[in-house]
């Protein structure tokens, strides 16, 4: 039995995207390893604070820039608002996948942060693949990983010093 030529553009697509976000995170890793680090430690010290975190300021971020949409003048700060929350997002998913990877019991995963992040990369991907639970899995990760990187602002902040 062959699949179909949807099920297979849907697969091919989720495989673009997860070596598309693995390269730029890994990427991010090397660039950017203290400020990842710093958002990781968030997470791993309070994911439901990242959580109610990530949620309401993706919900205030919305708001906000439908009302300055509707004020025609404020398109480019509604622009400028969403590509920071995508900045942010895109850091809380790295530091997301490392601490996933780094929790594993496999000792030789966890010292080495680039293999750390792919293998939480990989968890990350397939509970993301899983019908019916993976959006919605997704959803609270992608805003917990926002909370975190919110909450560090975009992981300047150590938590582990500033309270």
Request: net charge positive; hydrophobic share 60%.
């Amino acid at each position: 039995m062959t699949p179909s030529p949807g099920a297979t553009t849907r697969c091919g697509g989720k495989l673009s995207a997860a070596f598309t976000f693995g390269a730029l995170g890994l990427l991010g890793l090397a660039l950017f390893p203290q400020q990842v680090r710093n958002v990781s430690d968030a997470l791993q010290q309070a994911p439901l604070r990242a959580l109610i975190a990530g949620s309401a300021f993706g919900l205030l971020v919305g708001l906000s820039s439908v009302l300055l949409v509707l004020v025609v003048i404020g398109i480019p700060v509604a622009a400028l608002l969403v590509l920071v929350t995508l900045a942010a997002l895109a850091l809380g998913g790295v530091a997301l996948c490392l601490s996933l990877g780094e929790a594993l019991p496999v000792p030789e995963i966890a010292r080495r942060r680039g293999v750390a992040f792919l293998a939480g990369l990989a968890i990350v991907a397939f509970v993301g693949s899983l019908p019916w639970v993976g959006p919605a899995a997704l959803a609270v990760l992608g805003a917990a990983a926002l909370g975190a990187s919110a909450r560090t602002l975009l992981g300047a902040k150590d938590p582990l010093r500033d309270p």
